[in-house]
């Protein structure tokens, strides 16, 4: 239908476009689908009888404050804990530095707004996670792009980006998405002095960082910037900018996430949220609070632990026995996805439509690339899938790669 | 503190600013403070009950899901519901033309987002709502502003604005915020004609319609653009984007509004709102369909009219009771406000200040003014006190006035 809005949407319009991944979702809701394309949380572990008693606690003592329009900031306890959380990770800020989101989408929607400018670059990795591409494109932002590798962003040759004069750095060191890689401790320590020495702040996001399951957790950037800037214990530097959700440790329908800043930074933020959304749902926060305090947030962390692992080692396995020679796969450490690199000049996005032929899919990798490459990679997803489904899912992946190499 | 952030804001920051509104809220959270600043529906007529049962409900036969993402339009049986809700008001689209948003001042960031360019001009009413200028302040707009009077938006010049070329109009027909006028059915039909003759679209904001306390309903614009464009029947032609919300009849805490727009536009609003926040919390959507539906919304929207009706009416009589001669106010027909206006050269700022130390606030008028005009009005809201806290700040705030006048 052509109507008088039909000629009048803005200019940034042009650099808009719907997420491949939200569009295959819904490609792929057919009931014989088995799909890895979305970033989807194990459903079958969400704490429903704790949320039941907690909207229940919240209501009956809470009600009509609930259900009142509250502060932009979020719900002053929810903000105490997560600054507590964070303090156990050894980030030392106040309740003030935290900023409640409606999810950690919306703090990228927020950054964008308040920092960049039409043409303004940004330092990101290759690939990066869709959703900030989708957030700042709408702002216009232009990228530069450094490539990952097993051991997450390659600071080698970073110095010649930084030269190139980006607004921020945005990266994902725990267990990337879409990658499944890991940035070394050597790379965070080199990152997060090369950004100091050029005067470029840095957006830490770190949606899975609780999902690990081997190995030891690593300092986050915003901790071993706090060091650059003390001799003694890690105190807030504000250049470090640390985003979090609880989209995958308590549920992602609740839409909340947060934002840890310096002051100056949560004041602008919060005035852009306010035009924005005036605040998130105050009921949903109340009730995120009182399923996680009192330590239950930990023990299910630990449980979601525990189920994610096995998915993972399913996969793995799975990937072993039924994909052909030559594909490589990345072995998350943590988190939700894996990444898988077909040999050159091979198409994921064809083998998509081969594949859903066969009933599985997953979500190419070009869309997470800013410079459209990548077309020989893809991005798996085991947190939602049994390890029977995945083991399945696999072969009939398998069975699409050994039938087009 | 200063950081590395300092230097580094979006020159579109410059024009974004915190809310009085909700700056003030902060200051009036004094106990002994009677607040008219905000538009706080009435917490005491929230239905706690049927909240409690309806997440009983939801989560009890579709935890998982509630708890799990979901699209980004939004939840289908929602959006079916209001698709029949609008058909009620005579207004025919289909589910697909219904978004829903995290409030409706998300609808407004939208909107901004898909349609403004810095610099383009919106014809919007003087006063209009203090949400749609943040909202689009951020998007570098610039304002045709058209006054109201008694009878809503005056029309009788108003194509001096349309040859200005606005990109859309922006109008709140209905118990307008903050003016609380209503725009007569002549100049609805003016409105609508004039600009379907100059070939611009129109905004219609009406979060307040529901709730009408005497005199009849009027056809919404939406309706009455649709009567142009056919002989019989009102279809939609899509030249108009109808926001509402349930804010003012459920629960502002949820955030949760929506837009009617023709499918082009919803497309784009869609990919916008990915960017945004994905998608609105899946269990406040769940949990506002089971409250509403099976017509538990209507009987509750007739309790708070009689409720909000009373208050009125208190308001009305105290105004009359208290204050000075020279002060002219608005007497709304629905809504949650009223508009004063101070004899010149009277500035409600300084008013404001002497209203604080007798523990009564208002919201003064300038803020809603796109330019900076106003300083002798402003805006009170009679929804949120009870009939004998209406008196008592009606008092002190006419002693004020008295001893400024």
Redesign the interface.
């Known amino acids: 239908?052509n109507?008088?809005?039909?000629q009048?949407?803005?200019?940034?319009?042009q650099r808009?476009?719907?997420?491949a991944i939200?569009e295959l979702?819904?490609l792929t809701e057919r009931p014989d689908m088995i799909s890895f394309a979305?970033?989807?949380?194990a459903?079958?572990v969400?704490p429903?009888a704790e949320?039941?008693a907690a909207?229940?606690r919240v209501?009956?003592e809470h009600?009509?404050?609930?259900?009142?329009?509250?502060?932009?900031e979020g719900y002053r306890p929810l903000r105490e804990m997560i600054a507590r959380h964070m303090a156990r990770y050894g980030i030392v800020v106040e309740p003030d530095n935290v900023l409640i989101t409606?999810?950690s989408?919306?703090a990228?929607?927020l950054i964008g707004?308040?920092?960049?400018?039409p043409g303004?670059r940004l330092l990101v990795e290759k690939p990066t996670y869709v959703?900030a591409l989708?957030?700042w494109?709408?702002?216009q932002a232009e990228y530069i792009a450094v490539p990952l590798d097993d051991n997450g962003l390659r600071t080698d040759d970073i110095e010649t980006a930084l030269r190139a004069g980006p607004?921020?750095i945005y990266v994902l060191p725990n267990f990337h998405n879409p990658a499944g890689v890991t940035m070394a401790l050597e790379r965070r320590q080199v990152l997060v002095e090369l950004a100091h020495r050029y005067?470029?702040?840095i957006i830490e996001d770190d949606p899975y960082g609780q999902l690990r399951y081997e190995g030891d957790h690593l300092p986050p950037l915003v901790i071993l910037d706090g060091r650059l800037h003390a001799s003694e214990g890690a105190p807030y530097?504000?250049?470090v900018?640390y985003l979090s959700t609880f989209?995958k440790t308590l549920?992602?329908?609740?839409?909340l996430g947060w934002v840890v800043?310096?002051?100056?930074?949560i004041?602008?933020l919060?005035?852009?949220k306010?035009?924005?959304?005036?605040?998130?749902?105050?009921?949903?926060q109340m009730?995120a609070y009182e399923v996680a305090r009192g330590g239950f947030l930990d023990r299910h962390v630990r449980l979601i632990r525990e189920v994610y692992r096995e998915r993972r080692d399913a996969m793995l396995m799975a990937l072993a026995k039924h994909f052909p020679a030559g594909v490589h796969w990345t072995a998350p450490h943590g988190g939700l996805f894996l990444w898988v690199t077909l040999p050159e000049p091979m198409d994921a996005a064809e083998i998509l439509k081969a594949a859903i032929d066969e009933r599985v899919a997953f979500v190419p990798g070009a869309s997470f690339f800013p410079d459209g490459s990548g077309q020989n990679t893809f991005r798996l997803n085991f947190s939602n899938a049994t390890p029977a489904k995945i083991d399945e899912g696999m072969r009939r992946l398998g069975g699409v790669l050994h039938r087009a190499l």
């Not at 009048?8 to 319009?13: D, E, F, P, S």
């Not at 808009?16 to 997420?19: E, K, W």
């Not at 306010?274 to 949903?284: E, I, N, R, W, Y």
């Open positions: 239908m109507t008088l809005w039909s009048r949407y803005a200019q940034r319009t808009m476009q719907s997420s939200r979702l819904k979305g970033g989807l949380p459903p079958e969400f429903v949320f039941q909207c229940q209501l009956a009600g009509p404050q609930a259900l009142q329009y509250s502060t932009t409606s999810g989408q919306q990228l929607d707004k308040i920092f960049i400018n303004d959703g989708q957030a494109n709408a702002y607004k921020f005067g470029v702040p530097s504000g250049n900018l989209s549920a992602p329908g609740l839409r800043a310096p002051a100056e930074v004041r602008r919060v005035q852009a306010q035009g924005a959304d005036l605040h998130t749902s105050t009921l949903t009730v």
